[in-house]
Structures are given as C-alpha cells and as structure tokens.
C-alpha cells in the first residue's frame, strides 16, 4: 500500500486560454480541461482509478525539497510550460519548467506518459529542449 499523496502537473496553452490539469494520487488518474475564458466550464476529460504499479510507487516516492521553483531556458519566451506539483504528509513543493528538461523532474513527466492515454501525453522532448538549452548557453 502506497502512502497518501497528490501529484499536479499542469500544462499550460497561454494562446489558446487553457490548461490541461493531471491529478494523480494513490488510488486514482485525472486528467481536466481547464478553460481560462469566462463562462467557459473544466471538464474532466479522462479518469481512472490505479492500482499499485512500480511506475505509481515512484511517482509516491517523489521528492522535490531539494529543487528551486522555477527552471527556465531564457532564449525561449513561450512555449513548453509545466508546473510540477507534489503534496504529501506536511510537505507541498512546487516547480516550474519553462522550455526546461530537468534530468530528476522530466522523468516524472514521462511516468504519467506511460500511464495516461497516447492522445493525453504531455509533449516534453528531451532531445529538442536539451539542444535548446545548449544553443541558448552558447
């Protein structure tokens, strides 16, 4: 049995005015529309309840304490924006990537790929935002 915990990633579309939400905690996946527009309601567009798996326990392992709140590449104003957020027992972290490939927090963003349907992945290519980076630092 997996200890309580709450795990947030969100992915942002500034653009379009929207966020898709992923919730996942010991027992369950959600995955929700959030709409930036007024009168506009969140849907929840996929949800499923999980069972114990070595992907969920690592996901339940998670620690970011050691981790700054935001990482960004600063030659890239918008694009790939993810916010990683984790609450478990009495300890709430929360960090930002902006372009960013994080080698501890990126992984985390591949395990809920692994779990949530193909069409609901969160695009974040190692590769790309990696020779970005490199062609920022120059």
Not at 34 to 42: L, M, P, Q, R
Not at 70 to 75: E, F, K, L, S
Not at 102 to 112: K, N, T
């Amino acid at each position: 049995m997996l200890n309580p915990f709450k795990l947030i990633i969100k992915k942002y579309d500034f653009a379009a005015a929207y966020q898709l939400q992923y919730l996942v905690t010991e027992k369950e996946l959600r995955i929700t529309f959030i709409s930036e527009v007024e009168g506009e309601k969140d849907s929840i567009l996929f949800a499923k309840h999980l069972k114990t798996t070595p992907d969920l326990k690592k996901l339940s392992e998670l620690n970011l304490d050691s981790l700054k709140d935001y990482y960004q590449n600063p030659c890239i104003d918008d694009g790939n924006q993810i916010l990683v957020y984790l609450a478990k027992e009495d300890k709430k972290k929360s960090v930002h990537l902006s372009n960013y490939y994080h080698p501890e927090i990126s992984p985390v963003i591949d395990l809920m790929n692994r779990i949530v349907p193909e069409k609901y992945r969160i695009y974040h290519d190692k590769e790309k935002l990696l020779k970005w980076l490199q062609e920022c630092n120059g």
